[in-house]
């Protein structure tokens, strides 16, 4: 154990130099499953998440031991090994390889990270990538790239296939000299690669309207799997020109053999055994005996884990593994008509709400994992302490946490199922318990999941979906539902916040409300702001002000004085794909989590003009933020939990600074020019705070085409920061 805190501390600790301009991170704890395939080295087990590596001992397979938690700070989507090598695609930092030789530790020795990444195969000294479509929306993906990695310390980008803006390269596959690729909606297509700098396109198979999600083959017979079809498609494809189905065989949704919904999303072929996974609920894991193509027969069906589908096979002589949301299953298939559960790895989902307990302690909503508890005492580690995730049915679980409130020991807070009100005793942070349990009266399922939580004295107020209640809770042991109020519109109540006698809400498509509470057995509407664009998400209110993070409309800044009558005072608009999610307000300076854009904060000292003074960039979109004696600590999807400290704009300024006009033009693009009235020298930083350019007084332009796609800020002493965008 020594040894693993060791390792987590060295490789943090050299990371801490990648923050932003005036934005550092002082912890994060980034384990979010990502349903990657693990890689099996000797008696390791590697198993790739968002943002690190866990390293788990499996000299026995049934009790794995995990002995390292390891950052490597990207946002990993997919990894093979080949030797004692580890190969991954990143969509954060691109192809990436880490030498596996001295387990547990893991070093990085190569990356090419001038594009990102989401699929990855190794075959022999070949590598081949798809490519993340502008590096910006997760999703889209259009090109197939060939890397040399002969030596895999210098990794050679040879040549690249082109599928088309919005196409989605799944895991290819290779056997001889050609390339199988499953382009979802661009088909199956085939390349001969004998000549890696050119392949050349050999033919292909198309169904109208179905996605081809995975391929693998063996001589001239190709294993297809198509969505919503619960099938897999045996093709001969001696010829490309000319692919002909020999037979299908149904594998998916046996509790239900009237519907297709699932398709193959992963598949492992071993001799004449195909081991695959079905994305459908019922399925679990399938091994199909295809010895006669013609007449492919189910041979075993393995698990069925509480209704979570496989999503990712691998196999290692006779270990199989899958990989799903919860985590990964162990099964030994000696005899692969009856495999046998060995195991199973707790992985964690999505981070949706961040809720500061004390000065110690930190609750996380998750997706599909419950509540969590996180100790941040010993930054720059986080430790995961305790965490609460109720059984509700036979072996389903409650899902989607919603945002918690805190008074004491005590959390108060729910989920989206199943539709109650909690209260949980956190004194002892290791095993939370349950101190009451509260029924709301709803009458129909969809009028509420709780979304959000806030406290009043006696009162807490749960929101969520078209209803909002007030719950006394007097004594905790015996909460009870004193009043009720329901939005009449399509709007859904995502964020509440409590002074005085009001209540502020944001009900996403419905805008921002406000509720009347002084009477709390009958609480009613006051005002009503509808929202500029799609909805609000979050709000906090100081004093008259209230500050919405309004999704895609941006951030906005109301007078609530009246609150019969409220007006917008200003807002900063959203652009492109950025969504404001969540909002925090501390002093003068107001902290938004601005979707893929990252943390951006603002002074806001004049409250009709707000000035941005720091940025801190996320791979993952940035959700729910709060800011706790100088920390601000974030929730970011699949980067996980960040903590973070802003310390101002760490420029000194000079007596004269304000009489320097400086302006760089254009903010987006990769060739700027620089307005002054007078000769300045410049200093360029990227995102993560590095200086890469510097400018000397008399020049007047620059350009990034050399450097990466991103986030780059340009620094004259005595003045604010200027955030540019460098684009290819």
Avoid at 97 to 125: M, T, W
Avoid at 170 to 195: H, K, M
Avoid at 405 to 410: E, F, I, K, P, Y
Avoid at 698 to 727: D, Q
Wanted: hydrophobic share 40%; aromatic share 12%.
């Amino acid at each position: 154990m020594k040894r693993f805190i060791l390792i987590s501390s060295l490789i943090f600790i050299s990371l801490l130099a990648n923050d932003s301009l005036n934005v550092r991170m002082v912890a994060t704890w980034p384990y979010i499953n990502r349903w990657i395939s693990p890689a099996i080295f000797d008696s390791f087990m590697i198993v790739g998440l968002s943002g690190g590596f866990w390293v788990f001992n499996i000299s026995n397979p049934s009790q794995p031991q995990k002995i390292a938690e390891i950052l490597h700070r990207g946002a990993l989507r997919d990894m093979e090994r080949s030797g004692s090598f580890l190969y991954c695609a990143d969509c954060k930092k691109g192809f990436r390889i880490f030498d596996l030789s001295h387990l547990p530790e893991i070093e990085e020795i190569a990356q090419i990270g001038d594009r990102v990444y989401n699929r990855i195969l190794i075959k022999d000294s070949l590598a081949f990538l798809a490519q993340m479509w502008g590096g910006v929306v997760p999703g889209w993906y259009d090109t197939l790239e060939i890397f040399s990695i002969s030596d895999p310390r210098n990794p050679r980008r040879l040549g690249k296939i082109g599928f088309g803006g919005g196409s989605y390269v799944e895991d290819p596959w290779v056997e001889g000299n050609r390339l199988y690729v499953p382009a979802r909606r661009g088909g199956l297509q085939i390349f001969d690669i004998s000549n890696p700098e050119n392949p050349l396109f050999l033919g292909g198979w198309q169904r109208e309207e179905s996605y081809v999600m995975s391929v693998c083959t063996q001589d001239t017979i190709a294993y297809v799997g198509i969505d919503l079809t619960d099938s897999l498609f045996i093709f001969n494809v001696k010829d490309p020109q000319n692919i002909r189905m020999i037979s299908k065989i149904r594998v998916g949704q046996i509790d239900d053999p009237g519907t297709e919904l699932g398709g193959v999303s992963d598949c492992v072929l071993k001799d004449t055994l195909l081991y695959l996974t079905v994305t459908a609920n019922d399925s679990g894991g399938i091994v199909v005996n295809v010895k006669n193509p013609q007449a492919p027969s189910i041979i075993a069906r393995v698990g069925r884990p509480g209704g979570e589908c496989y999503l990712q096979v691998a196999l290692s002589d006779t270990l199989l593994i899958f990989a799903c949301a919860k985590g990964i299953y162990l099964y030994d298939v000696r005899n692969p008509g009856r495999p046998s559960f060995l195991s199973f790895c707790r992985l964690f989902s999505e981070f949706l709400t961040v809720r500061v307990l004390n000065d110690s302690l930190v609750n996380i909503g998750t997706y599909d994992d419950g509540h969590l508890i996180f100790d941040i005492r010993e930054r720059p580690l986080v430790r995961l302490r305790g965490d609460y995730w109720p059984v509700i049915r036979d072996s389903f679980r409650a899902s989607y946490c919603g945002r918690s409130a805190v008074r004491d020991s005590l959390i108060y807070t729910g989920f989206h199922w199943p539709r109650r009100f909690y209260i949980l005793n956190f004194s002892n942070p290791d095993s939370l318990s349950e101190v009451a349990v509260c029924s709301l009266s709803i009458q129909y399922p969809w009028e509420f999941r709780c979304n959000t939580c806030f406290l009043s004295d006696t009162l807490a107020f749960v929101a969520g979906a078209i209803s909002f209640f007030v719950v006394n809770i007097k004594d905790p042991r015996n909460p009870r539902e004193v009043g009720r109020l329901q939005l009449s519109s399509m709007g859904e109540f995502q964020s509440i916040f409590h002074q005085g006698n009001f209540v502020y809400a944001a009900c996403e498509q419905d805008g921002f409300r406000i509720i009347d509470v002084s009477d709390p057995q009958n609480p009613f509407f006051r005002a009503h702001l509808p929202p500029v664009s799609w909805g609000a998400d979050d709000v906090f209110v100081k004093d008259t002000v209230a500050f919405i993070a309004e999704n895609f409309g941006g951030f906005r800044i109301v007078n609530v004085k009246n609150p019969d009558s409220v007006w917008e005072i200003t807002r900063i608009p959203s652009s492109g794909c950025f969504q404001t999610l969540g909002v925090w307000v501390e002093r003068n300076l107001a902290y938004v989590a601005w979707g893929l854009a990252g943390l951006r904060i603002f002074d806001i000292s004049d409250i009709s003009s707000p000035r941005e003074v720091g940025y801190y960039q996320t791979a993952y979109p940035a959700d729910k933020v709060e800011v706790n004696n100088g920390l601000i600590h974030l929730s970011a999807s699949d980067d996980g939990y960040l903590c973070l400290q802003y310390y101002g704009p760490g420029i000194e300024e000079e007596r004269k600074g304000e009489d320097l006009f400086f302006q760089v033009l254009p903010t987006i693009g990769k060739d700027f020019k620089i307005l002054s009235n007078r000769t300045v020298s410049l200093k360029i930083y990227d995102a993560q705070g590095r200086l890469v350019k510097r400018l000397k007084e008399r020049e007047k332009s620059f350009s990034l085409s050399e450097k990466p796609t991103g986030v780059y800020f340009v620094v004259k002493k005595g003045k604010p920061p200027i955030r540019i965008v460098n684009l290819k």
